[in-house]
């Protein structure tokens, strides 16, 4: 069975007899390895919270345990020192020369305590540009990064596999489960580039052993020239040493590098597959 686990509307049907989900998800999308279109089962871009903003952007601020928006359209900019927002008074009343008159906005923004206030400087925090690595994650939050679906071989639905006989594993080569995925975030004036790819997939083989691939993989092919052997890029080369049922899972783990206003960075993140179940069987030798 070739499972796929992600975020996915309620509608969704569980997990069919046989195959299973992650831990804490109770439904995922199952479908047929061969053959089949794995679909778009959702998901989301990054891991993380929402950066949130509001008015014309800005990013988060925290004021009295809660996220408020570092600027509103309608209050100014947020000065995190006293939970007030600031806002130019247009048009400007007279003052004297080097100062202006701001409107001040407290209680974290709450409305009812809002006064006339004259500065020799902006406040701080006002009118300060958009944090770039804020923006990728804007960026990130408009794409999705989707968990690969798997293929092993052997399969349950085929037959068991044999004790000590190699194990291949692979992925469907395609830009949405593997990358590279650009998106882009603009906020006053400033554009912030991203480019989100897989640099590995970690396997889990359901007995405590590991494997990690550099990519998808190659599907295993019973009539190939390798029918029988090791898979050339991402294998148990050997085997189960054990007859039972192991749950196979699969960890991608996404590179987003993000440039912009003169700065660049990374982002990690990671998606989760759903089980699939192999069925080893001792090798059974018959003499006479």
């Known amino acids: 069975m070739l499972v796929v686990g992600a975020t996915v509307p309620a509608a969704a049907q569980r997990a069919d007899p046989g195959a299973g989900c992650p831990p804490a998800q109770p439904d995922c999308s199952v479908w047929d390895d061969e ?3 794995p679909g778009d089962p959702g998901g989301g871009g990054d891991d993380d919270d929402d950066d949130g903003g509001g008015g014309g952007g800005g990013g988060t601020c925290r ?12 209050l100014g900019w947020f000065n995190s020192g006293d939970g007030c927002y600031y806002k130019l008074e247009q048009p400007q009343p007279e003052a004297p020369d080097g100062q ?26 006002f009118g300060a540009p958009p944090n770039p ?3 990728a994650r804007r960026a990130l939050a408009s794409i999705k990064l989707l968990p690969a679906p ?6 349950k639905r085929v037959g068991p596999g ?9 992925s469907e080569k395609n830009t949405k489960y593997f990358g590279p995925i650009g998106a882009k975030a603009t906020d006053r004036g400033l554009t912030v580039e991203i480019t989100a790819e897989v640099t590995r997939i970690v396997w889990d083989m359901g007995n405590g052993d590991k494997v990690t691939c550099p990519d998808e993989g190659t599907r295993y092919d019973p009539k190939g020239d390798r029918a029988g ?4 890029d991402c294998g148990y080369d050997n085997g189960y040493q054990k007859a039972g049922t192991y749950d196979v899972t699969a960890t991608t783990y996404w590179t987003v590098t993000w440039r912009g206003g003169g700065e660049s960075g990374e982002i990690l993140v990671t998606r989760n597959s759903g089980i699939v179940p192999i069925q080893i069987n001792e090798l059974q030798v018959v003499t006479r």
């Not at 906005?105 to 004259?118: A, H």
């Not at 052997?229 to 050339?232: E, K, M, V």
């Open 100 to 125: 202006q008159w701001y409107v001040r906005t407290c209680n974290g923004g709450d409305l009812g305590s809002q006064s006339e206030v004259l500065l020799d400087e902006p406040p701080a925090g």
């Open 162 to 170: 044999l004790v000590g006989l190699p194990v291949w594993m692979w």
């Open 229 to 232: 052997r090791t898979s050339p």
């Open 150 to 155: 798997l293929g092993v071989a052997p399969r």
């Open 35 to 37: 053959p089949g279109n």
């Open 63 to 74: 004021w009295a345990g809660r996220v408020v928006p570092c600027y509103d359209e309608f």
């Open 133 to 135: 690595e804020e923006l």
